[in-house]
């Protein structure tokens, strides 16, 4: 991200206008590239930290982690493609807000000390933000339809990536 920034403060041209456009077939190539592009240095550095704590969480916790940031891109993008706002989505807020879901999806299905506990730490420090952040603001910059196409992206993929700890007996036969 800070490496696209930098080029992008270099380069004569705007790199911005490569983000996500719903609906184009040019605005499909901005599913990949969405996470990598930052309107601002504020706009930056506000997903930067959060997706350091996250990716330090999911890369701590998971072998399989940059497959699911890699699912997780990918779906919300598809998401917002098809459900987003007729406008340029760039930053990485889908992949913060499904990084979030996806780790207290896992936490609450497999109930095991590490998962909830990262669960429980992820609810506390960004619940407030979740919720806040995919409510519609119509006249806003802010791409509150790609904050909710990257929960549900981290619901979908904690679902596929994680299995339901078996609570009774009757649930072995």
């Known amino acids: 991200m800070w490496f696209v920034f930098a080029v992008n403060w270099i380069l004569p041209f705007d790199l911005r206008g490569l983000g996500l456009y719903p609906r184009s077939s040019g605005g499909i190539f901005g599913i990949p590239m969405m996470p ?6 504020d706009h930056l ?8 704590v996250l990716l330090f969480l999911l890369v ?25 706002r007729s406008a340029v989505h760039i930053g990485a807020s889908s ?5 979030c879901s996806f780790l207290i999806t896992v936490g609450v299905r ?3 000390l590490i998962p909830v ?11 407030g933000t979740l919720l806040s952040g995919v409510i519609p603001r119509w ?8 904050h909710l196409c990257g ?17 009774r007996l009757k649930d072995l036969g």
């Open 36 to 41: 990598f592009l930052h309107a601002n240095l």
């Open 45 to 52: 550095v506000g997903n930067t930290i959060p997706l350091m």
């Open 60 to 84: 701590s916790s998971r072998e399989d982690s940059w497959l699911v940031v890699g699912f997780i891109v990918v779906a919300s993008g598809a998401l917002l493609w098809v459900l987003g």
């Open 95 to 99: 992949l913060t807000f499904g990084l």
């Open 110 to 112: 497999e109930r095991l």
């Open 117 to 127: 506990v990262i669960a429980i730490l992820v609810g506390l420090i960004y619940g």
């Open 139 to 146: 006249q806003s910059d802010v791409s509150w339809d790609g």
């Open 151 to 167: 929960l549900m992206a981290g619901v979908l993929v904690g679902f596929w990536f994680s299995a339901p700890k078996l609570t």
